[in-house]
């Protein structure tokens, strides 16, 4: 397992920008899709968006198309998450993840099955 560190969270006003890094380290050359979920209190942690291995695939949350971007850069071993227009239910901590990208990913890349590493997560406040 990787061990996944993110960072980029904070406090923004309703509308503004946040870009979420998350950067692994410790692991071998494997295919890795990688994904954000989040978790808001008092609720179960949900899916955000994901990213296949070469990144020519993402896939988001109803809630995230059209306003977040997942992107990854392989020679520096970090996935990011670029959040525009944000709101205050995007309020909560932010976890990123990744795992093997086999053919289960994509049909459960929603669900947290498919993941087996996770960071610490990033808390993300938009205050209206």
């Known amino acids: 397992q990787a061990q996944l560190a993110e960072s980029g969270g904070g406090l923004v006003q309703v509308g503004g920008a946040l870009r979420l890094t998350c950067t692994a380290s410790?692991?071998?050359?494997?295919?890795?899709?990688s994904g954000w979920f989040r978790q808001a209190p008092g609720k179960e942690r949900e899916f955000v968006s994901a990213?296949?291995?070469?990144?020519?695939?993402?896939f988001y949350s109803d809630s995230a198309k059209g306003r977040f971007t997942i992107s990854r850069d392989n020679a520096k071993n970090t996935v990011y998450l670029q959040m525009n227009n944000l709101k205050p239910e995007d309020t909560a901590v932010y976890y990123c993840?990744?795992?093997?990208?086999?053919?289960?990913?994509?049909?459960?890349?929603?669900?947290?099955?498919?993941?087996?590493?996770w960071g610490q997560g990033t808390q993300v406040t938009v205050s209206s």
């Open positions: 993840t990744e795992g093997l990208e086999t053919s289960d990913f994509y049909a459960y890349y929603r669900r947290e099955g498919p993941y087996d590493s």
């Open positions: 410790g692991r071998g050359f494997r295919r890795y899709a």
């Open positions: 990213i296949t291995w070469n990144g020519l695939r993402q």
